[in-house]
């Protein structure tokens, strides 16, 4: 069984910053192409940032320069250090394991959510 838990999220303003943790659960652990993705309100859920297990990252062209994706796989953990945060951040955030070492692209094939976590950038 795998899990994935987010923890993290919460009220920011305009301009400030927040960091996401994904904590996953696997038995054996395996360097997988892992992501976050966001659900903002009224929109369908896209991928944010994705990372390979070899670390190459991937974003998407509305957080490039702000946010960075990394990941601490002795600690079996994801990350998302999201700076200058602007209202449009605003969604609900989920954690994603997908079922390849490298990510092809920010549409990663995604076989594990996590139940996500609500960040929610005011003006």
């Known amino acids: 069984q795998v899990q994935l838990v987010e923890s993290g999220g919460g009220s920011v303003q305009s301009g400030g910053s927040l960091r996401l943790s994904c904590t996953v659960s696997?038995?054996?652990?395996?360097?997988?192409?892992m992501g976050w993705f966001r659900r903002a309100p009224g929109e369908e859920r896209a991928g944010v940032a994705v990372?390979?297990?070899?670390?190459?990252?991937q974003y998407a062209d509305s957080v490039k320069g702000r946010f960075t994706i990394s990941r601490d796989d002795a600690k079996n953990s994801l990350y998302l250090q999201m700076d200058s945060l602007t209202p449009e951040d605003t969604g609900i955030y989920y954690c994603?394991?997908?079922?390849?070492?490298?990510?092809?692209?920010?549409?990663?094939?995604?076989?594990?959510w996590g139940q996500g976590t609500q960040v929610t950038v005011s003006s």
């Open positions: 990372i390979g297990g070899d670390g190459t990252a």
């Open positions: 696997v038995s054996p652990y395996s360097k997988n192409c």
């Open positions: 994603a394991r997908g079922e390849t070492y490298r990510c092809a692209s920010l549409n990663i094939y995604v076989r594990y």
